[in-house]
């Protein structure tokens, strides 16, 4: 598909969305990277996305966001499909995979060129050093955008927004964030990006997701915003913390979810969220369970759940 048509595409989802009443109805997704295989942290963020969305009638999908292709872990992707199996997790709708959706993310960025709502970067790692916040260095000198990073024009604006378990959290976005990539030199489609727009065009109403996304919220809420697309709800969950006081990430080599143990794994996982006991039974039949009890106010109200696990 050439990037044309993808935006032709994405146009004519953006004008049937906007009259689109099934949005009225909760639609959530678990949306995780193949950087290694799934950990309890990400089992957490499956369990709460998955009763939150069926406490509430609503549909649930599974979504592989795997755009930052060198980073692919060998494996992590059957690990991925096969905890689904294991855990009984089913997509209401077919799995997608975002490295199959890179003409869609070429088409929006080619959608916004068109609103001169980008500009061209050739800002490198080094030269940034460890400021955090872009201090505009390409964004007036008009570079092609060949070979170039794309970064986002942000205005002047405060970002808020209400999350269930964390509160009201704002953002000033040019004093806080500044200008924030779209797609690396390399030619890697930014994950800010392809989540706004996948969530976007699968019809997501609600993102729980864990606490160390809190930051990027504002962004992806702002991009939405400059595409048209109609504002989400955000719950951001405590994370899961290793006994050396990390967030359980593959990074800080987390373990694998032994998928062997799935009822007992499951049944930890929804005691971690401070849910109503569930029996050890067969994942199906604990799922159940944990969606008739479901209640997210009792989900800690905090970034980080007390205790470590593995």
């Not at 004008?15 to 990400?42: I, K």
């Not at 050739?122 to 170039?148: P, V």
């Amino acid at each position: 598909m050439t990037v044309k048509n993808s935006l032709a595409e994405h146009s004519s989802a953006l004008a049937q969305r906007r009259n689109d009443v099934s949005l009225t109805r909760y639609s959530g997704r678990f949306a995780p990277s193949p950087t290694g295989p799934l950990h309890f942290g990400s089992l957490i963020t499956a369990v709460a996305s998955y009763c939150d969305a069926k406490a509430h009638q609503g549909s649930w999908l599974v979504r592989i966001e795997d755009t930052d292709i060198p980073r692919i872990y060998p494996g992590s992707e059957d690990h991925i499909l096969r905890a689904m199996d294991a855990f009984c997790f089913e997509s209401d709708t077919p799995i997608i995979f975002q490295k199959d959706r890179l003409d869609i993310y070429e088409a929006v960025i080619d959608e916004l060129r068109q609103q001169d709502l980008v500009y061209a970067c050739q800002c490198t790692r080094k030269m940034l050093g460890s400021n955090h916040i872009y201090q505009d260095t390409c964004r007036h000198l008009g570079l092609g955008f060949e070979g170039q990073a794309i970064r986002l024009k942000v205005e002047d604006v405060e970002i808020c927004f209400d999350d269930p378990l964390q509160g009201t959290h704002c953002s000033h976005l040019r004093q806080d964030l500044g200008d924030f990539v779209l797609k690396r030199r390399d030619g890697i489609i930014n994950y800010q990006l392809a989540v706004v727009v996948d969530d976007y065009l699968q019809g997501m109403t609600h993102v729980v997701r864990g606490a160390d996304l809190l930051d990027n919220t504002e962004r992806q809420i702002y991009l939405g915003q400059l595409l048209g697309y109609p504002r989400l709800n955000y719950i951001h969950l405590p994370l899961a913390m290793n006994d050396q006081g990390q967030k359980l990430s593959k990074q800080n080599m987390a373990q694998a979810l032994d998928l062997s143990k799935a009822p007992e794994l499951l049944q930890q996982a929804i005691q971690a969220l401070h849910q109503a006991h569930v029996d050890l039974d067969t994942p199906d039949r604990m799922l159940k369970q944990a969606v008739a009890q479901w209640n997210i106010d009792h989900i800690p109200h905090t970034t980080a759940l007390q205790g470590y696990y593995l």
